[in-house]
């Protein structure tokens, strides 16, 4: 069974000319396992994880498609329902973990709020064990403390725990390690991995960090301009990408390169669609394009999905470089 | 080797907190030594809390050492800033910070080049020669820094920095609010600039793939401490301490 399924989903924000944030995503995403969902700003990538909650903006019009999370339809929930969703299937972590958390209310507070509503014990002494377990160091002496006394580390880890101490089905985390140092970064993905799995919550991870989306996610979703251009196992995907955008993501990475290559750059900028796409969003900046690519809209192409009219060709070409490699 | 545009000798930085029996003191930066020479660039890494800001700090003037001497172009860092205005110049990590978000961006990247003269327009054109240089063509002149990407406008930040022709530029954390793509072009934009003009730079990053990308050298801090400084190749191959080690193992695994 997915834990997610996406089909064609479109959606625009009010404007005028109306901003087509969407334009026709498919996304599944298997019960129990990680996907990281990647591609640069301005792609859509937090708008997805917005509709999974149905938490996208007023302004934010659905044209059609349809989001189920775990069997749920999301987008004919009323509002009780849609309540009790959020509340027993879902989490959130966010970006900017301070933030997140109430800044009125001390550390220990939050913790026990949260803990009541599960229904189960919320002693001081299933607190202290809670920050334990996200290896916080000294949790007595945390645990008086407001958010914005702790470390950006702390405060995501707090973050981490609040959001899976409901045992959710699908744990959403929003570039949570982006304003992190990457000493602690590697340990709180480290950490949010674990106590996933622990629980059987599947991932969405949004992330540009490719090297560590590499290296803890099951399968990676590339998108660009609204839609998946390509998606499959993160190995497959990042060490031997096939569509001209995912390439190009690729080679900007500079952990991948040896000493003395220059970093490729994508040119120009990330496409603003004011309706749907007639051809290939990604055309105008392909090194790869056709005359045919303008105007034609391209459709997933087994076995990656890939949005490339040129796939099977240029499958042939990774195969070619990786045996000459 | 011609001579180090800035240098550090023996400097130490401690900082204290609290009061009685509870004052702590940290060695900020604990005999940290080292030069760059012009078109050079130092990547600095290491943890938070490891004294990098600090240095950075440190080599910009904004902070005097407890002991050791700054020296810039060849005489110790004098206390008056105005007297290197635009000689020494900073991009920091958020460019939303860095730039008056009511002032358009020609005015944003003219600013520098006010501090010691009147407008003009030789200083006008200077301005938006810098602005060509980095990738923003005269139609983004009048915009405001709220109708900017986040990547245009840490190139107007780029642009404001190199305007007055510095000898020395300290990069601090400044691609690592980018996404991957913006990130490549803005390191290599600086690769290129630095080519042109030949600035002596520091880049301070915990990304160590950056770092690694566009340092000539690269120095490993720690507890306030340089645990290593060498070549950049070494950096790709096997850095010598355990500390380094460790922290550039996670890029090849």
């Given amino acids: 069974m997915s834990a997610v399924t996406i089909r064609d989903l479109a959606l625009e924000f009010d404007g005028s000319p109306p901003v087509r944030a969407l334009d026709g995503v498919d996304l599944e995403i298997a019960e129990g396992s990680s996907l990281a969902l990647v591609g640069e700003s301005g792609s859509g990538k937090s708008t997805v994880a917005s509709v999974l909650g149905r938490l996208q903006p007023r302004s934010a019009r659905i044209l059609r498609g349809s989001v189920e999370v775990a069997g749920t339809d999301v987008l004919a929930l009323d509002t009780p329902a849609l309540r009790r969703f959020r509340r027993d299937e879902l989490a959130f972590v966010a970006q900017d973990p301070i933030a997140s958390l109430d800044p009125t209310m001390r550390i220990g507070r939050q913790l026990q709020l949260v803990l009541q509503s599960t229904g189960r014990d919320a002693s001081p002494a299933r607190r202290v064990e809670m920050l334990e377990a996200m290896r916080i160091a000294d ?177 042939r070409r990774v195969r070619e470089s990786e045996v000459s490699a | 080797m011609s001579a180090p545009v800035i240098s550090l000798d023996d400097v130490s930085v401690r900082f204290s907190s609290g009061f009685g029996p509870t004052r702590r003191t940290v060695r900020a930066m604990d005999h940290v030594s080292f030069d760059i020479a012009p078109g050079e660039t130092l990547g600095l890494v290491g943890e938070s809390g490891s004294g990098k800001s600090t240095t950075g700090a440190v080599v910009l003037g904004l902070q005097r050492p407890d002991e050791g001497v700054v020296r810039f172009e060849g005489a110790p860092l004098a206390r008056d800033l105005r007297s290197r205005a635009g000689r020494i110049q900073a991009v920091l990590q958020h460019p939303r910070w860095a730039v008056d978000p009511r002032s358009s961006v020609i005015d944003a990247v003219l600013e520098p080049l006010l501090v010691g003269a009147r407008r003009s327009p030789a200083s006008v054109a200077q301005a938006r020669r810098m602005l060509d240089a980095v990738g923003l063509p005269a139609s983004f002149d009048q915009r405001r820094p709220h109708q900017l990407s986040g990547g245009q406008l840490q190139r107007v930040s780029v642009a404001r920095a190199l305007v007055t022709r510095p000898a020395f530029v300290v990069f601090d954390e400044a691609v690592s609010a980018l996404d991957v793509s913006v990130q490549a072009q803005i390191l290599n934009l600086v690769q290129d600039l630095q080519r042109e003009h030949a600035f002596a730079a520091l880049f301070i990053s915990h990304d160590l793939a950056a770092v690694r990308y566009i340092s000539h050298r690269v120095a490993v801090m720690r507890h306030g401490r340089i645990v290593e400084l060498a070549p950049t190749s070494v950096f790709y191959d096997s850095p010598a301490h355990p500390y380094s080690r460790q922290l550039f193992q996670e890029l090849t695994s």
């Fill in chain 1, 139 to 315: 949790p007595e002496r945390v645990i008086p403390l407001f958010p914005h006394q702790v470390s950006g580390g702390m405060a995501q880890r707090i973050a981490i725990a609040l959001a899976l101490c409901r045992r959710p089905r699908l744990l959403v985390a929003d570039e949570p390690t982006a304003a992190l140092d990457s000493q602690v970064r590697e340990e709180v993905v480290r950490l949010m991995f674990d106590q996933a799995r622990a629980l059987g919550t599947t991932i969405l991870w949004l992330s540009h960090d490719l090297p560590a989306v590499a290296r803890w996610c099951d399968d990676v979703a590339v998108m660009y301009a609204g839609r998946v251009v390509e998606r499959g196992r993160a190995a497959d995907v990042l060490g031997a990408p096939v569509h001209p955008y995912s390439r190009a993501l690729a080679a900007t990475d500079p952990s991948r390169i040896g000493e003395g290559e220059r970093l490729v750059s994508i040119p120009g900028a990330p496409p603003v669609l004011h309706g749907e796409a007639t051809g290939c969003a990604f055309e105008p900046r392909c090194p790869l394009r056709t005359d045919a690519c303008a105007h034609t809209r391209p459709h997933p192409v087994a076995p990656r999905a890939t949005l490339c009219i040129r796939t099977d060709e240029l499958r």
